[in-house]
């Protein structure tokens, strides 16, 4: 099993340019996350989705659109890349719980910087 | 909105040494969770305190809740070098959102 796994590991974009942060799971969860984390600031959550097909904002959406095209996959799209962007972008998961007793399973990272 | 916040920010011991940060939140609370995170990689979940205990173990790591305080402590005793990470507390604030404070760097020297 590779539980989360995020691509790519690192990227360098140009202000304005736009991509799209792929996330994958094979543990059967339905709830996904994306985060970033910036220095000093912990972890903000950007987006996440509650179960396939459906998807809501967090603290932070501004300047991120996010795709669930199944159960496995969550996709991050910075659409004009700022360099307020720049930061780690972390997805997870949410395991099965009750109570929200859920823990969330992380993926390795992509590093991510705007200049 | 970020409603976990650890107390210290950084904190450097000697290996064998026990290593206690705190964790200050807001509103009411069903668990309080604590996750670690080494260098470059991604959080892992630790433990899971429920509302209505007051502490929990789990190897090492001891967790404390008093919820009359809106507070948790997490304990590591007789610690390592691998141990040097960082530590976040983290509550749900609305459904399945977890809102994570800023953490607490443990650094661990032989």
């Known amino acids: 099993n590779a539980g989360v796994t995020q691509t790519p590991k690192f990227q360098v974009l140009k202000t304005g340019q736009s991509m799209t942060l792929q996330c994958a799971q094979d543990?059967?969860?339905?709830?996904m996350y994306w985060y970033r984390q910036d220095p000093g600031m912990g972890l903000r959550l950007i987006y996440y989705?509650?179960?396939?097909?459906?998807?809501d904002k967090g603290e932070v959406p501004n300047g991120y659109n996010v795709s669930r095209l199944n159960k496995r996959e969550f996709s991050l799209r910075l659409e004009s890349a700022a360099p307020s962007q720049t930061s780690v972008y972390f997805c997870?998961?949410?395991?099965?719980?009750?109570?929200?007793?859920?823990?969330?399973?992380f993926g390795p990272g992509t590093r991510l910087t705007v200049t | 909105s970020q409603q976990g916040e650890e107390d210290p920010q950084a904190l450097s011991i000697q290996e064998g040494e026990n290593a206690t940060m705190n964790c200050s939140y807001k509103?009411?609370?069903?668990?309080l969770q604590w996750y670690r995170q080494n260098s470059g990689r991604g959080l892992v979940h630790l433990i899971l305190?429920?509302?209505?205990?007051r502490e929990k173990h789990s190897g090492r790591l001891r967790v404390t809740l008093d919820t009359s305080k809106k507070s948790s402590s997490l304990l590591i005793t007789a610690s390592r070098a691998a141990d040097t990470a960082s530590y976040f507390c983290?509550?749900?604030?609305?459904?399945?959102?977890?809102?994570f404070g800023a953490g607490t760097t443990v650094t661990v020297r032989a």
């Open positions: 997870a998961t949410g395991g099965r719980g009750r109570n929200y007793e859920v823990e969330q399973y």
């Open positions: 543990m059967n969860h339905n709830s």
């Open positions: 989705s509650a179960s396939e097909g459906t998807t």
């Open positions: 509103t009411s609370i069903n668990n």
């Open positions: 305190i429920r509302s209505n205990e």
């Open positions: 983290a509550t749900f604030y609305n459904d399945y959102k977890l809102s």
